[in-house]
C-alpha cells in the first residue's frame, strides 16, 4: 500500500470512529434488490479510489459529513486535506458482500490488505457512505477458513 493511500484509511478511519453512532438512516427498503446491492458496490470503490478530498466527500452521506465536517462539504474537504493530503486513492478495493437491514446495507470490504465493514444509507436515490467499522482485532473472520495444519493450526483440545 502506498503512504498516501494508507495515510487516508487511517485517517478515514480516525474520522469514521468519531461517527460508529450514525447508524439509523433514511430510505431504502430492508432487503435491497441486486439493482441496490450493484450500487452500494459501486459507491463503496468509488469513494475509496477517490482521488480528491471533494470526491471523498460527495461520497458520504450526510450524517458522517456532520461528524466529518460540520455539515458543510468544504470543512470535509478542509479536514480531508489536513489528515491526508489532498491526494490519497486506494490501490485494490475488494467489496466482499454486501447486506441490507433497517434501510442501510452494510458492505464488508478489503481496502489495501484492510477488512472494514462499511454502511451505506441511500439518500436522494444514491448510496453514500455513512459509517466505517475497522475488521481487525476482532479475531478472525468468520468468513475466513482455519490455517492449514502444517500453518501451525492446532485443533483445540477435545
Same mark, same amino acid.
Given at each position: 500500500?502506498?503512504?498516501?493511500?494508507?495515510?487516508?484509511?487511517?485517517?478515514?478511519?480516525?474520522?469514521?470512529?468519531?461517527?460508529?453512532?450514525?447508524?439509523?438512516?433514511?430510505? %431504502?427498503?430492508?432487503?435491497?434488490?441486486? $439493482?441496490? +446491492?450493484?450500487?452500494?458496490?459501486?459507491?463503496?470503490?468509488?469513494? &475509496? !479510489? @477517490?482521488?480528491?478530498?471533494?470526491?471523498?466527500?460527495?461520497?458520504?452521506?450526510?450524517?458522517?459529513?456532520?461528524?466529518?465536517?460540520?455539515?458543510?462539504?468544504?470543512?470535509?474537504?478542509?479536514?480531508?486535506?489536513?489528515?491526508? %493530503?489532498?491526494?490519497?486513492?486506494?490501490? $485494490?478495493? +475488494?467489496?466482499?458482500?454486501?447486506?441490507?437491514?433497517?434501510?442501510? &446495507? !452494510? @458492505?464488508?470490504?478489503?481496502?489495501?490488505?484492510?477488512?472494514?465493514?462499511?454502511?451505506?444509507?441511500?439518500?436522494?436515490?444514491?448510496?453514500?457512505?455513512?459509517?466505517?467499522?475497522?475488521?481487525?482485532?476482532?479475531?478472525?473472520?468468520?468468513?475466513?477458513?482455519?490455517?492449514?495444519?502444517? +500453518?501451525?493450526?492446532?485443533?483445540?483440545?477435545?
Amino acid at each position: 500500500m502506498t503512504a498516501p493511500g494508507k495515510k487516508k484509511f487511517q485517517a478515514i478511519l480516525s474520522l469514521a470512529i468519531l461517527s460508529l453512532a450514525v447508524l439509523a438512516g433514511c430510505g %431504502g427498503g430492508d432487503d435491497g434488490t441486486s $439493482d441496490d +446491492e450493484a450500487a452500494v458496490k459501486t459507491s463503496m470503490v468509488e469513494w &475509496a !479510489k @477517490a482521488e480528491t478530498p471533494a470526491e471523498t466527500c460527495a461520497h458520504m452521506a450526510s450524517g458522517f459529513l456532520f461528524f466529518v465536517g460540520d455539515g458543510d462539504p468544504d470543512k470535509c474537504k478542509d479536514r480531508v486535506v489536513k489528515v491526508i %493530503g489532498k491526494k490519497g486513492a486506494a490501490n $485494490d478495493v +475488494e467489496v466482499h458482500s454486501v447486506a441490507f437491514e433497517d434501510g442501510q &446495507a !452494510k @458492505a464488508n470490504a478489503t481496502v489495501d490488505g484492510q477488512k472494514f465493514d462499511f454502511w451505506f444509507i441511500e439518500q436522494d436515490g444514491e448510496w453514500l457512505l455513512n459509517s466505517i467499522g475497522l475488521r481487525q482485532g476482532k479475531g478472525p473472520d468468520p468468513d475466513d477458513p482455519p490455517p492449514a495444519p502444517d +500453518e501451525g493450526y492446532q485443533a483445540p483440545p477435545q
